[in-house]
């Protein structure tokens, strides 16, 4: 019998299944099964979504050895999302895949990037009701539609032990790869179809090489002067697309928009997975900041339209904007952008608004960053 | 009450919060207002430039 109980060690995990609140780790087991099958049924942000899920899994199993004081995962999340290191990596390859040519010759775009980050602002509002005011913020910020953004953010203010940071986190990733299911519906309810058939024909202005170069040095400096908090993310941002612009640094341009890029996702998303733990997670509270992130993101998208929209009362006929692409302001690059042209191809299959979308798309990818830090720099919030 | 219960509801800030969504959204644009103006700037400056 001695010899039995020496064994007992084997089953001590499946014990903790049957104890009370064993029930939350099936629970997440299900949860982190579920990001796994949209990853791979419906193909949805698989880079993040599919370490995301079987990270949740792996953090869930009873005992776990990867979290923990000297887990594997515990470990990488210092390493790397604690300081904001791999958010910020992130954002030079993000900022290597961005081509501002688009914006730099309809400049006139980017004031769809600031209107639609009303869903963040407007987010904040509605948290502050249930939230102190920095959780309050960081929620808000799920609107930035920027995982990086958001876990910088969040990071900055709530510090990264605290107990909704992984809803924070879920949520940002998770309505950034549900963009092309939330936006349509909001953007229909929002435009007639009059509206979405609207043609933008697309006259490129040429846009030298000088101003594509001093472009993310002059961005660095006037975001950094006005919001000196978001120094690190416009900089790192603007940086990767100083390495894509100069036109010398081709073979660093092509590592930071792909093998970098998906190394700090891979690691990105598994580490995630660590602010996941099932005691932290299954609480209403999440569930309230996975229904604000929603809102958020919901808002954005209207706002962007709305804008659109009000701008159209003062041009001229033949100058009318299509206000679909008011909703590619929300940031989450490049899927915003892809969907509004997909929308206009749908509507009309001679209708490209690819161009435009896109353009409007990188002015939010701007803007998001420079609302995450008017929020880090707001003492408010601190 | 349930929700109470729940979740703290404390509308307290709501009125700080609101005037950060109206000072929030005035900076956002007034920031890209000068980033639009100085690309313009750049656009024409170096217009001729290859």
Redesign the interface.
Known sequence: MEFLQSFEFLIEGIKMLFENGGWKYPVMWAIGGLLIFLAIRFDMEPTLLLPMGFGTILVNIPLSGVIGKDGALTTLFNAGIANELFPLILFIGIGAMIDFGPLLSNPKLMIFGAAAQFGIFFTLFVSSFFFKLPEAASIGVIGAADGPTAIVVANELLGPKSNITGAIMVAAYSYMALVPIIQPPVIKALTTKKERLIRMPYSPKSVSKLTKILFPIIITAVAGLVAPESVALVGFLMFGNLIRECGVLNSLSDTAQNVLANLVTIFLGFTIACRMEATEFLRPQTLLILGLGLVAFIFDTAFGVIFAKFLNIFLPRDKKINPMIGAAGISAFPMSGRVVHKMGLKEDPQNFLLMHSIGVNVSGQIASVIAGGLILGTPLFR | MLLNS??????D??F???K??GV??L???A??????L???L??KI?????
Not at chain 2, 6 to 11: A, G, L, T, V
Not at chain 2, 46 to 50: A, V, Y
């Open positions: 729940i979740i703290q509801y404390s509308p800030k709501m700080d919060s609101l950060f969504l929030g959204m900076s956002i644009f920031v890209i207002g000068v980033i639009i100085i690309t313009v750049l656009n170096f217009s001729g430039k290859k």
